[in-house]
């Protein structure tokens, strides 16, 4: 039996998030807009993936991100809401590949592709302890 076997295609999650200075480009780069920072956009949809498939992971057993692949398309200011869509597209023998949209309001600000792996907690501390 796999880690794999109770998640299926279509499945979906979602997850948003308020801009705050915090998570634009301008909090860590020095002279750089105050707009949303595409490594921002990047940890939303991989949030949004994670939670369409946590439910169905057997007991023990979480998914981590291995692969992007995502355009941003708009800048987002502080105060706005972005919601992350992620679409589950295909299940191979360890990992999950998902659509993946992002929105401010009504407007995609982003889209792509994620992939992740599907991974033994346990079995994972014990080749990587102290993570």
């Known amino acids: 039996m796999s880690a794999l076997d109770a998640i299926a295609v279509g499945m979906s999650g979602e997850d948003s ?3 705050t200075d915090e998570l ?10 105050k707009v949303y920072a595409t ?11 994670a939670a369409a498939i946590a439910p ?4 023990g057993f979480v998914s981590v991100g291995t692969e992007v692949n995502v ?6 200011p502080v105060g706005r809401v972005v919601r992350a869509i992620a679409r589950v ?9 998902f659509e993946v949209t992002a929105f401010d309001g009504d407007r995609k600000i982003g889209d792509g592709t994620h992939r992740r ?3 033994d907690v346990v079995k994972f501390r ?3 302890p102290g993570t």
């Open 17 to 19: 998030v308020t801009v």
């Open 71 to 76: 355009r941003h398309l708009a800048a987002t």
């Open 89 to 97: 597209i295909e299940v191979e023998a360890r990992s999950v590949l």
């Open 56 to 59: 169905h992971l057997p007991e």
């Open 24 to 33: 634009t480009v301008g909090h860590f780069v020095a002279h750089m807009p």
């Open 117 to 119: 792996g599907v991974v």
């Open 39 to 49: 490594p921002m956009m990047i940890l939303l949809m991989e949030t949004a993936s």
């Open 126 to 128: 014990k080749q990587f």
